[in-house]
């Protein structure tokens, strides 16, 4: 009892020191407080750390957010939210470089020593960077390979800072540390990927660097204190979730970020072995809540995780009101390759080519609006059964493509990895089998 009680005030200490630091670096670098939207807007607010939607009628009710009389972009009917696209991304993942030492076999991007051909350098992402912030896209989500290496990093950081972008980084902690935590402040958040403890660790990535991550996450914890920690959930360590988020408690982290393993880079050959078996993913969201209110810690999980979130039942209302949003690339979010290929989102292929162009992601306005960009992420409203009758469809809208593609060939295929669609092919023998992946 006594030590629940020191954990609850740690947590409500920490937390009450962060909401003061993040105060502070708002006021240091104002980042975009708002955006129009066909449908009304979205507000920013930096505590708590949300993005609000709001409608027409709300958002002309707040001070200066219009500009004078209704905004060109409100002719017509107030459409809802979903309906079209968003007007801009509301956070871009850019993966400024594929180099890595560390060979993770499941690594979703392939990384390399060598890195990727024709990589972009401080010049060409801050150009990326102006493109995005003209477009009104409110974070970055910086990433690699492994970004910490980059000398330009902190450039960079405080380039999207200038342009009223929040940086979040994401890092292996195995290399760059040093560059790292002198400019470890002027980022909003930095997860450091540790995907298991100990031993678990190593039969996730392929290697032993449990130790290496553990002493990156407690420098870095030391400097700040938004340092939180990715764990891609595999069938090795979802038993071991609950003694992760504890790890993330017993050191001061801020959240516990889970993502679904997902087939590309080198994880496209790692996929079988590692996937989550259907039962884990039918037990995800009981065993996550637990683990979170046992360890008082906040937890987030990655889009491709709607389908799983949904074999719940939660009613839709509450998942939009949470913002709990499934497949969402190409629309409240975009991805970036090495050389600047725009990307639906950070594991998925570049989209095809229009007009004989393969989009850059420091062109993005001229791609946006296009009839056909991002191919079948945007076509995600013509959906098969059963997601053209599942009631979460607007709001998961068919669940991960980056899995559906590499299953089944297509895009725009269910989620063969969805417990409804399992279930659906178990029930409708006759339903034309679209893929063999074995349910484990
Ligand atoms: S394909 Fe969709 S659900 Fe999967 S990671 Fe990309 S945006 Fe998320
Ligand atoms: S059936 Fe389709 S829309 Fe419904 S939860 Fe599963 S993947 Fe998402």
């Not at 009892?1 to 502070?24: K, N, Y």
């Not at 609000?52 to 107030?78: N, S, T």
């Not at 990384?111 to 401080?122: I, R, T």
């Not at 990655?302 to 209302?317: E, F, G, I, K, N």
Request: with cysteine.
């Amino acid at each position: 009892m006594f030590a629940r009680v020191r954990q609850l005030a740690t947590r409500t200490f920490d937390a009450s020191l962060a909401i003061i630091e993040r105060a502070r670096a708002a006021r240091r670098y104002p980042p975009r407080t708002a955006r129009l939207e066909r449908f009304g807007a979205i507000l920013q607010t930096v505590v708590p750390r949300a993005l609000v939607f709001v409608d027409r009628d709300y958002a002309r009710r707040i001070p200066g957010l219009l500009p004078a009389g209704e905004p060109a972009l409100w002719r017509g009917d107030e459409p809802a939210l979903g309906e079209a696209p968003l007007s801009a991304p509301l956070e871009a993942h850019l993966q400024l470089t594929n180099k890595c030492t560390a060979g993770c076999q499941g690594c979703y991007t392939g990384a390399s020593a060598e890195g990727a051909p024709n990589e972009w350098g401080l010049v060409e992402w801050s150009r990326a960077i102006d493109a995005l912030a003209d477009a009104g896209v409110f974070h970055v989500a910086l990433g690699g390979g492994e970004s910490a290496v980059l000398p330009w990093l902190g450039e960079l950081v405080d380039h999207a800072r200038g342009r009223g972008i929040i940086p979040n980084l994401t890092t292996s902690g195995l290399d760059g540390l040093d560059r790292l935590l002198p400019i470890a402040d002027r980022f909003g958040q930095i997860n450091v990927s540790l995907d298991g403890l100990n031993d678990t660790y190593a039969a996730v990535r392929g290697f032993d660097g449990f130790a290496r991550a553990d002493a990156a996450i407690r420098a870095l914890r030391a400097k700040k204190r938004e340092i939180g920690i990715n764990v891609v959930v595999t069938r090795h360590n979802f038993e071991e979730l609950d003694a992760i988020f504890a790890y993330a408690t017993e050191r001061r982290l801020s959240e516990v970020e889970l993502l679904r393993f997902k087939p590309s880079g080198r994880g496209a050959r790692a996929y079988e072995g590692l996937r989550c078996t259907d039962a884990q993913h039918r037990a995800f969201l009981p065993t996550i809540l637990a683990a979170a209110k046992r360890h008082a810690i906040r937890v987030k999980v990655d889009c491709s995780y709607t389908p799983m979130l949904a074999h719940h039942r939660p009613a839709p209302t509450l998942l939009a009101d949470l913002a709990v949003y499934g497949c969402t690339g190409g629309d409240f979010l975009v991805g970036a390759k090495p050389g600047g290929q725009l990307t639906a989102c950070s594991f998925a292929a570049p989209p095809p080519a229009l007009d004989g162009h393969r989009p850059k992601v420091d062109a993005l306005a001229a791609y946006w609006d296009a009839p056909e960009a991002f191919g079948a992420f945007r076509r995600w409203r013509a959906a098969q059964e059963p997601c053209a009758s599942c009631e979460y469809h607007a709001l998961c809208r068919g669940g991960c493509k980056v899995v559906s593609a590499h299953v089944t060939g297509d895009l725009g295929a269910p989620d063969p990895e969805c417990p409804r669609v399992i279930d659906h092919r178990r029930d409708a023998p006759d339903a034309k089998p679209r893929h063999h992946l074995p349910v484990i």
